[in-house]
């Protein structure tokens, strides 16, 4: 099966871009500041990637989750608010770069 690329973008929210992406192996590309006010999972058939100015605002006690580690080079892409948190879930043995929180 072809992997089909989706830019976040045109979509409202980015829980309404991973919907739309469903089921289907896909890499979506988030270039802008999204804002996440409900806890979200990205499932491991999807990949994020994060070019340099894409980000997501997290709000206070609202948990990201990933299934699969997000593409992003050794820059700041996770802005939390409060007790917001980001999960990598069956993840494991990746780097995860500290750069990504802005330490």
Known sequence: M???IYNAKPYDSL???LGVMGSNDGHLIVSGQ???TSDLT???NICIEFPKGGSLNVSTGVTVTFNQRP???RYKIFYLTGTASVVFDAVANVDIYPEWWGT
Request: aromatic residues 0%.
């Open 2 to 4: 072809a992997l089909t």
């Open 15 to 17: 829980s309404i871009a």
């Open 42 to 44: 990205v499932p491991s």
């Open 34 to 36: 999204e804002d996440i």
């Open 71 to 73: 593409e992003a080079g």
